[in-house]
């Protein structure tokens, strides 16, 4: 399994290298028109300096004068998808920037620098904010680091939250647009009876949901330490990136399953469907998360779903989401069966 890894570790290495190789004679024809960036040095002095892997179809490589830690972010769709995908970026950001409850909370936020066309294909300029995103590299800060991850925001749930009694137009959008992606997807071929087994969800989701009064705010909607910038002693958030999923009328508990899932995924090494079946099941997180959720949905004074709700949810909204997000998703075996397949067998059968 190592011998894989190194392998698969090489070969995005060389196209890393490939890419930037190919793409960086046209960065100064991209950026001369963007003032910030030529503020700092002349457009024939910006060059890539490396490129951020993604689990997306967007190239995301980070620009910049030689060995000056002044940076942006370029960003270039590699397929329809991620031109929907930024859009609903663009989007997101400029309402969470121009929404003055969020005075504090906005200096987080990315901003948008650029946008322009190159030989006909859109691209984007945004603002690198400083930070480290990997928890797992600070076991020793994991519970603390996961505080401030579900505290931040938690901030913007209950700046923005509001209180709305589940109807036919809440159902359709929290749980039947999300199911039937699933159900046009080839992801239903992996498991026999899958539509029926999906309409049994939804019909489940729905009895348990109508009629209830739930807090809804902003969300995320893809929140995890890949996608938090933390400063590099631990003590604060300096950005929070990929708002592409963010819904302003979304739950909270679904940013906190996302949090606490992946961070669970990192730290036992499972597939992220595994990890729900497994929370499902047992009714509750492992003791850190736990207390976690517990402090975090406290807020909301009962306003939020059950935990094994939550989680379905969570898993729609997910699932989906990654299918809408990159082409990739659609055929891929292995993440299929992992996050798909998995929790279809075991959760709905």
Known sequence: MNVIKIMVEEIRRRRSVQLIRRLSPLIPQMVKDCPQLIQIAPAENLRIQHQIRTLSDMIILVIGPEKSLVTAVLQIPGSK??????????KALSLLQ???RL????RILPRLLFEGRNRGRP??????????NSLTEKHNKYRSLMELAAETVGALHQITAREVVVDDEFLDKWVFAPLGILRRSPLVYYRWRSRTLLDRLGRRLA????????TVSWIHGDYWEGN?????DGQQINGILDWDQAQSDGLPALDLVSLLSAAYRMKEGKELG??????????????????????????FDGGTPGLRDSLM???LHHESGMLLKSERYLFNPIWALGNYKYVVDHLMV
């Open 81 to 90: 998808a991620a031109i929907t995908s930024i859009e609903r970026e663009k």
């Open 98 to 100: 121009q929404d003055t």
């Open 103 to 106: 005075t504090h909370w906005r």
């Open 123 to 132: 691209y984007w300029i945004f603002e690198r904010l400083d930070g480290v």
């Open 207 to 214: 009895d348990a949901l109508i009629g209830q009064q739930l």
């Open 228 to 232: 938090i910038l933390f400063s590099p």
């Open 274 to 299: 595994e990890i729900l079946v497994e929370i499902y099941k047992q009714g509750a997180w492992q003791t850190d998360e736990q207390v976690i959720w517990e402090q975090a949905l406290r807020r």
């Open 313 to 315: 949810l969570f898993w």
